[in-house]
């Protein structure tokens, strides 16, 4: 449709979300950004701006000079674990309980899925919720090594071995969790509707989900403030703020029909 206002597009997506069985959201870090945690490509305060990715943020960088990615990581750090769950995050977890989204395959570590009470959950890169020895495969809850690492800038250390702790965050050069992959890829071919938010969906192979629901009969919605690669591909795009438009959708799929 052309020159379609907000509210028609929110209408229209209202509608496909109550007209399919197995809706999934696909998030990516523009869902976030509301939240103050900072997106990956904006110019000023991407978190790549100034930095080369594949020294602080590769896990070939990591094992040489773990101090880079834990200085590199610290502000990334303290935000994430400070952040509360947006507007957006909200309405993906009302949706969640009124039964009209199946599931979130998000590319995020943030973990603010799971504070705004969404149940399923594919995080595809990781998380902050625990650290794992590079050396001996300890696991560590997260919290407590980060937090000691943001008072004294050293890098953490396992206490059985003293070998390097890495949160278990996704790093260039490494394998997507097979698991979490596998249960995203299933729910992608589920889907019968696709809503990706915040995701310029330039990040392979996460990037290919919501283009394997496409394949499979999904339609995708599409919310980003920016322009992304599967606009053409979309029943609707909507380049606005993902709290107003996700918190005007949960608000009509809550009201009777």
């Given at each position: 449709?052309?020159?379609?206002?907000?509210?028609?597009?929110?209408?229209?997506?209202?509608?496909?979300?109550?007209?399919?069985?197995?809706?999934?959201?696909?998030?990516?870090?523009?869902?976030?950004?509301?939240?103050?945690?900072?997106?990956?490509?904006?110019?000023?305060?991407?978190?790549?701006?100034g930095?080369?990715?594949?020294t602080?943020?590769?896990?070939?960088?990591?094992?040489?000079?773990?101090?880079?990615?834990?200085?590199?990581?610290?502000?990334?750090?303290?935000?994430?674990l400070?952040?509360?769950?947006?507007n957006?995050?909200?309405?993906?977890?009302?949706?969640?309980?009124?039964?009209?989204?199946?599931?979130?395959?998000?590319?995020?570590?943030?973990?603010?899925?799971?504070r705004?009470?969404?149940k399923?959950?594919?995080?595809?890169?990781?998380?902050?919720?625990?650290?794992?020895?590079?050396?001996?495969?300890?696991?560590?809850?997260?919290?407590?090594?980060?937090?000691?690492?943001?008072?004294?800038?050293?890098?953490p250390?396992?206490?059985?071995?003293?070998?390097?702790?890495?949160?278990?965050?996704?790093?260039?050069?490494?394998?997507?969790?097979?698991?979490?992959l596998?249960?995203?890829?299933?729910?992608?071919?589920?889907a019968?509707?696709?809503?990706v938010?915040?995701?310029?969906?330039?990040?392979?192979?996460?990037?290919?989900?919501?283009?394997?629901?496409?394949?499979?009969?999904?339609?995708?919605?599409?919310?980003?403030?920016?322009?992304t690669?599967?606009?053409?591909?979309?029943?609707v795009?909507?380049?606005?703020h993902?709290?107003?438009v996700?918190s005007?959708?949960a608000r009509?799929?809550?009201?009777?029909?």
């Open positions: 449709m052309i020159h379609e206002t907000l509210s028609q597009k929110i209408s229209r997506a209202v509608s496909l979300i109550r007209a399919t069985q197995h809706t999934v959201a696909f998030t990516g870090a523009g869902i976030s950004t509301e939240s103050g945690i900072p997106d990956f490509r904006s110019p000023d305060s991407g978190l790549w701006s930095v080369d990715p594949m602080v943020a590769s896990i070939f960088g990591f094992k040489r000079n773990p101090q880079a990615f834990y200085d590199w990581v610290a502000p990334l750090t303290r935000t994430t400070d952040a509360q769950p947006n957006a995050h909200l309405a993906l977890a009302k949706m969640e309980m009124l039964g009209q989204l199946d599931a979130i395959i998000t590319q995020n570590i943030d973990m603010l899925h799971t705004a009470n969404n399923k959950i594919f995080e595809l890169h990781g998380h902050m919720r625990e650290a794992t020895c590079i050396n001996c495969f300890t696991v560590y809850p997260a919290e407590p090594i980060l937090e000691k690492f943001l008072a004294d800038g050293e890098v250390l396992c206490s059985g071995c003293s070998g390097v702790l890495k949160p278990n965050v996704i790093l260039f050069g490494e394998q997507l969790p097979i698991r979490e596998q249960g995203a890829q299933d729910a992608a071919r589920k019968d509707l696709m809503l938010v915040g995701s310029s969906l330039e990040v392979e192979p996460a990037s290919e989900l919501p283009r394997l629901a496409y394949r499979t009969g999904a339609k995708l919605i599409i919310i980003n403030l920016e322009p690669p599967a606009d053409k591909m979309a029943e795009v909507i380049h606005a993902a709290g107003e996700l005007a959708i009509e799929l809550e009201k009777t029909e």
